[in-house]
C-alpha cells in the first residue's frame, strides 16, 4: 500500500503558484531589458541568464525533474550540456580560424563572396 501512495504522490499547489509568478518576473526582466535598451554584450547576457533560469525551474519543476532519481536527471542533463561545450569549443576555434586568416591573407574583413549562377540560355 506504501508504493501506491509514493506514486500517486501530490505536490503542494502552492509550489507552482510559486514558480508560475517566479517565471512571470524573469520574463517581465527579459522585456525591461529591451525597454531599457541595453545593448551588445550585456543585453544578449541577460536575456540568455533569464532564458536559462526559466528553463530551468521549468524542467525542475513542471517537468517534476526535482524530485526525480539523479540516474535520470543525468542521462536527460548530461547530453545537452555537452552540446553546449562542444558548441562553445566550435565557435572559439571559429573565431581563432577566422583571425588567422585574416592576419595571414592582410585584411581586416572577410573578403565577399558573390555566387554566380548559370542562366540556360
Known amino acids: 500500500m506504501a508504493a ?4 500517486g504522490q501530490q505536490h503542494p499547489l502552492s509550489i507552482y503558484i510559486g514558480i508560475w509568478l517566479l517565471l512571470f518576473v524573469f520574463s517581465a526582466a527579459s522585456y525591461f531589458v529591451d525597454y531599457l535598451q541595453l545593448q ?4 544578449w547576457n541577460l536575456i ?4 536559462m533560469l526559466k528553463a530551468g ?5 513542471f517537468m ?5 532519481r539523479l540516474a535520470l536527471i543525468t542521462a536527460i542533463l548530461l547530453p545537452p550540456l555537452a ?3 562542444l558548441i562553445g569549443m566550435m ?3 571559429g573565431d581563432y580560424t577566422y583571425l ?4 595571414f591573407f592582410g585584411v581586416d574583413e572577410a573578403p565577399i563572396v558573390e555566387h554566380h549562377h548559370a542562366s540556360g540560355h
Do not use: C, N, P, Q
Not at 517534476?64 to 526525480?68: L, N, P
Open 40 to 43: 551588445g554584450y550585456l543585453r
Open 48 to 51: 540568455l541568464i533569464f532564458m
Open 57 to 61: 525551474f521549468i524542467v525542475a519543476i
Open 100 to 103: 588567422s586568416r585574416a592576419e
Open 83 to 85: 552540446l553546449l561545450v
Open 91 to 93: 565557435s572559439i576555434e
Open 64 to 68: 517534476h525533474m526535482a524530485w526525480e
Open 4 to 7: 501506491a501512495t509514493e506514486e
